[in-house]
């Protein structure tokens, strides 16, 4: 049951027919045998579309086995509140929006108006269609930008080539840089090795120096013994 009056009514061809009562919007749908749908709650007025309620159920229950199906999920990102939001938090959202496709999601992307901003709906647009061009290189558009009430969205969804071709290239950098890493590694534990046996050698030959000092006894200063001499001769 829709409480608030008025709404900002869609006909069922997609016509924006502006704010009309809420009882009249009923009154409309239920003359050509549809219903009047709130679409978009959140908004002041919320927005509305006549349509079968009943078909439309049915079409996103498809659209979310399919989804699941294929892996991925919708996924919602607004640009903030109005078009006033700051470049960098576009760009934060682009980002967002780049990660949600590489994990295989669909991305509807919104654009809300406040107050006089929806005189400057091209500024929307342009936004829309900048961003569907730096999401180019993964993504392709399923919906082009479209307006809806006080707000615009683009559909886009994973270009399965393209993000296969990226996850690709990922990938080998990745081994690249392991093999750097790994190449950076040996010649660290080489240097290392060479440091050790260096100062092993160096520690080997002071105390070689020592042991030697050690079995060098006294000189003996005595006179030799003739006698002791001429056996030793004798004995060669």
């Known amino acids: 049951m829709i409480r608030i009056s008025p709404v900002r009514l869609v006909d069922q061809n997609g016509e924006q027919l502006g704010l ?7 009154r409309m749908a239920q003359a ?11 908004s002041r007025p919320p927005i509305c579309k006549i349509m079968d309620y009943g078909k439309h159920k049915y079409d996103l229950s498809k659209k979310e086995a399919k989804a699941r199906q294929h892996g991925g999920e919708l996924k919602e990102i607004r640009l903030g509140r109005s078009l006033k939001i700051d470049p960098h938090d576009v760009q934060i959202r682009v980002d967002q929006a780049r990660r949600f496709l590489m994990a295989g999601h669909k991305v509807q992307i919104v654009q809300r108006f406040r107050g006089r901003e ?12 900048q961003i569907c061009q ?26 399965k080539d393209k993000v296969k071709s990226i996850k690709s290239r990922m990938i080998q950098e990745d081994k690249e840089k392991e093999k750097l890493e790994l190449a950076r590694l040996e010649a660290e534990i080489a240097a290392q090795n060479e440091a050790d046996d260096l100062a092993d050698a160096k520690e080997d030959a002071q105390e070689e120096k020592i042991e030697k000092k050690k079995h060098k006894g006294p000189k003996d200063n005595r006179a030799s013994n003739p006698v002791d001499d001429e056996i030793a001769d004798l004995l060669g």
């Open 20 to 26: 009309v009562d809420t009882p009249e919007a009923m």
């Open 32 to 42: 050509i045998g549809l219903d009047l749908v709130e679409v978009v709650a959140n």
């Open 118 to 129: 929806i005189m400057h709906k091209q500024m929307g647009e342009e936004r829309m269609f």
């Open 134 to 159: 730096d999401l180019s290189d993964v993504a392709k558009i399923d919906m082009a930008p479209k307006g809806v009430g006080r707000a615009i969205s683009v559909l886009l969804s994973p270009d």
